[in-house]
Each structure stands twice: as structure tokens, then as C-alpha cells.
């Protein structure tokens, strides 16, 4: 699902912000990416995103070399993930079931499709009550499984999510993480860029910590050994 491989990023100012990054993802994973702020999560993301590209090294996601990977495919490649942003970002003025619909309608999916899908994945994120509301009249935790149904409405086979609790109260925090956790059990890989240690500790995952630009830390192997 992700190769990483010799990935180095250093921007125009001087910074390094990754440095020689080697890690896979396997299909049906749950990972969390870990680190503290200036680590290199945004980076790491923004790579997985294609909004940057790396320095030297090449990444694979989805059967995507992104190193090579043309303008004009950037937007199938983004079609083939789902991403989940720490600020929701829904439209202020669309009600819930919009939000949602509007991925698919921009893509051309029928209404009949439309009509099928939205439903189902509202409800799998809890919200089967709320599809007339609005984003101003849900709490930050409702806003958020709002934004993680966005993501999942075209069914994509690997979920990105990026600090998905940074904005929410920390006892929601957990409902998110055990939403995703169902969501992965249905076969979605997941990868969580978080810098919440103690959340993450509360979860039997694989752990990729991140410092200082380099991958100090991977409990993958530890985790196949417990199996």
C-alpha cells in the first residue's frame, strides 16, 4: 500500500525535515506515525499527499510511483485514498448528508449511487440522525466522523488520517481511534499521524515513531512476533 524508500526532503531554506526514511505499509495495516511537533509528520504527509515531492528516494502508494507521477494524475491518485485533516474542513453551508454527497457528486457518481451510499456510511460513523444538520450545530467530535464518512464515501482501499484529534476533546479522542479501528477490521488500511503518545499507547498497533526527520522506532516486528 506505502513504500517509503531512501526518502530525504529538504526544502529551499536550508531545513531538512526527512532524512534517508525507510518504511512499507501492508495492505489491511493499522499503523500510527508518531512524533512530537518539527519531527517531520507533516512532511511525511504532505509526501503521502503528494503536495511535496521528496529531495532524493521514491515513494509507492497504491500502485502509484509518485515520483512520476504527472500533473494531471495527481487527481485520480488523491481519488484512490482517504484523508481525514485535524480541521474537518466540511462546507459551513452544506448539511451533513451534502458534505458527504458532494465528494461523490464531483466525480460524477450517480444519484441513484448518491442516494445508496451516503446513508451507509453515516451510519457506520454514527450519524444516521444527523443528516439534515449543519457543521455549526454538531460538536468537534460529530464534525469529525462527518469528515471521516467524507473519506470513506468512495470506499478507498487505504485511509490517511492526519492528527484526526487534534481538535476535539480527549475522550472523543478515543471514540475516533476505536471508529477507526472498526473501520480497519472491514479491511481499510489505516495510517494515523498523531503526536498523541498516551492515545496511542491505549491501542496494540504498529508504532512508527519519527524524530529529528529519521525513523528511530518501528514495533512492527515485535507486534508479528505476539501473533
Same mark, same amino acid.
Given at each position: 500500500m506505502i513504500?517509503?524508500? $531512501?526518502?530525504s ?8 525535515a +526527512?532524512?534517508?526514511v525507510?518504511? =512499507?505499509?501492508e495492505k489491511?495495516e493499522?499503523?500510527?506515525?508518531v &512524533?512530537?511537533?518539527?519531527?517531520? =509528520?507533516?512532511?511525511?504527509t504532505?509526501?503521502?499527499l503528494? /503536495?511535496?515531492?521528496?529531495?532524493s528516494?521514491e515513494? @509507492? ?6 515520483n512520476? +507521477?504527472?500533473?494531471r494524475?495527481i !487527481?485520480?491518485?488523491?481519488r484512490s ?9 466540511l462546507? !459551513? &453551508?452544506?448539511t451533513v @448528508?451534502?458534505?458527504?454527497?458532494f465528494? +461523490?457528486?464531483v466525480t460524477?457518481?450517480?444519484g441513484?449511487?448518491?442516494? =445508496?451510499r %451516503?446513508p *451507509?456510511?453515516l451510519?457506520? %460513523? &454514527?450519524?444516521?440522525n444527523?443528516? #439534515?444538520e449543519? !457543521?455549526e450545530?454538531l460538536?468537534g467530535g /460529530?464534525?469529525q ?7 470513506l464515501?468512495? $470506499?478507498?482501499?487505504?485511509?490517511i488520517?492526519? /492528527?484526526?484529534t &487534534?481538535?476535539?476533546d480527549p /475522550?472523543?479522542s *478515543?471514540?475516533? %481511534? ?5 473501520i $480497519?477490521?472491514m479491511g481499510?488500511t ?5 503526536h498523541?503518545?498516551d492515545? %496511542?499507547?491505549?491501542?496494540? #498497533? #504498529?508504532?512508527?515513531?519519527i524524530?529529528?526527520g529519521s525513523i528511530?522506532?518501528?514495533?512492527? #516486528?515485535?507486534?508479528? *512476533?505476539a501473533r
Amino acid at each position: 500500500m506505502i513504500e517509503f524508500s $531512501n526518502v530525504s526532503k529538504t526544502y529551499e531554506n536550508g531545513t531538512v525535515a +526527512l532524512r534517508n526514511v525507510n518504511f =512499507k505499509v501492508e495492505k489491511g495495516e493499522f499503523v500510527f506515525i508518531v &512524533g512530537a511537533s518539527g519531527a517531520g =509528520k507533516s512532511t511525511l504527509t504532505k509526501l503521502m499527499l503528494k /503536495e511535496e515531492d521528496p529531495t532524493s528516494g521514491e515513494i @509507492y502508494i497504491n500502485d502509484f510511483k509518485l515520483n512520476k +507521477l504527472k500533473h494531471r494524475q495527481i !487527481p485520480n491518485f488523491r481519488r484512490s485514498l482517504g484523508v481525514v485533516f485535524q480541521d474537518f474542513r466540511l462546507i !459551513p &453551508g452544506m448539511t451533513v @448528508y451534502d458534505n458527504v454527497a458532494f465528494v +461523490l457528486r464531483v466525480t460524477q457518481v450517480s444519484g441513484k449511487d448518491i442516494r =445508496k451510499r %451516503v446513508p *451507509y456510511v453515516l451510519d457506520l %460513523v &454514527g450519524l444516521q440522525n444527523k443528516l #439534515r444538520e449543519y !457543521p455549526e450545530h454538531l460538536s468537534g467530535g /460529530e464534525q469529525q466522523r462527518v469528515a471521516l464518512a467524507r473519506a470513506l464515501v468512495h $470506499n478507498p482501499s487505504l485511509l490517511i488520517a492526519d /492528527e484526526p484529534t &487534534g481538535n476535539i476533546d480527549p /475522550e472523543l479522542s *478515543y471514540e475516533i %481511534v476505536d471508529l477507526l479501528n472498526e473501520i $480497519n477490521k472491514m479491511g481499510t488500511t489505516i495510517v494515523m499521524v498523531t503526536h498523541e503518545h498516551d492515545l %496511542v499507547s491505549k491501542f496494540n #498497533r #504498529r508504532v512508527v515513531t519519527i524524530d529529528n526527520g529519521s525513523i528511530v522506532a518501528d514495533n512492527r #516486528r515485535r507486534l508479528q *512476533y505476539a501473533r
